[in-house]
């Protein structure tokens, strides 16, 4: 299972919004209502911010939100602060109890 | 609060064996099946394998069929990852992960991740 593609970088400045994109396949995005996207700053574990597309866990700020569309799967942050600076993975199941992640998206708050 | 705490990482020889641990606590084990997500050193995530919360069902990545077994003991609350024949591209921090019983395709909670090294 291919890894799902993400940009490698994205930046903005404080205030601002910014999108991250995950496109798969129709095997994986397409086919399924089960995108996830994790935050992780460095040297930590990742933190859970969506699922199943466009949810919301309790206690994650509403700037985080997500969308799809066909085989792509996005996530803004508005109002990004410095705090957001971190790196973001995409997930999607895949199948036959198979699950697979984006690359990573590396934010910088400039 | 929940708890995840993995331990059993190291350096090991290529070839050879080694056994993960990831102790639960906080929360309920049984309402959970749980993942082993790996990172290599710079790389991102990569799924590694899966259990429910009753052990009837696991898979795991094609990259380690065959070599990796996931298994856990409920009245333990602890998951287990058994890596045999390791490899050098097995390098990575290994996190423990849960899933709620009806929704494994995410994780929702997260270890802190051991690191293993595969090099001679």
């Known amino acids: 299972q291919s890894a799902l593609t993400q940009p490698a970088s994205v930046s903005g400045s404080p205030g601002q919004s910014i999108t991250i994109s995950c496109t798969g396949s129709?095997?994986?995005?397409?086919?399924?209502?089960?995108v996830s996207w994790y935050q992780q700053h460095p040297g930590k574990a990742p933190k859970f911010i969506i699922y199943?597309?466009?949810d919301r866990p309790s206690g994650v700020s509403n700037r985080f939100s997500g969308s799809k569309s066909g085989n792509t799967a996005s996530l803004t942050i508005s109002g990004l602060q410095a705090e957001d600076e971190a790196d973001y993975y995409c997930s999607s199941y895949a199948g036959s109890n198979r699950y697979v992640f984006g690359a990573g998206t590396k934010v910088t708050v400039l | 609060q929940a708890q995840l705490v993995e331990s059993g990482g190291g350096v090991v020889q290529p070839g050879r064996p080694l056994r993960l641990s990831c102790a639960a606590s906080?929360?309920?084990?049984?309402?959970?099946?749980m993942h082993w997500v790996r990172q290599a050193p710079g790389k991102g995530l990569e799924w590694v394998a899966v259990i429910s919360y009753d052990e009837n069902s696991k898979d795991c990545a094609r990259s380690v069929k065959g070599r990796f077994n996931i298994s856990r003991d409920n009245s333990k609350n602890t998951l287990y990852l058994q890596m045999n024949s390791l490899r050098p591209e097995d390098t990575a921090v290994y996190y423990c992960?849960?899933?709620?019983?009806?929704?494994?395709?995410?994780?929702?909670?997260w270890g802190q991740g051991t690191l293993v090294t595969v090099s001679s």
């Open positions: 129709s095997s994986d995005i397409g086919g399924y209502k089960f």
């Open positions: 906080g929360f309920t084990f049984t309402s959970y099946a």
């Open positions: 992960a849960r899933a709620p019983n009806k929704a494994w395709h995410y994780f929702d909670f």
């Open positions: 199943d597309v466009s």
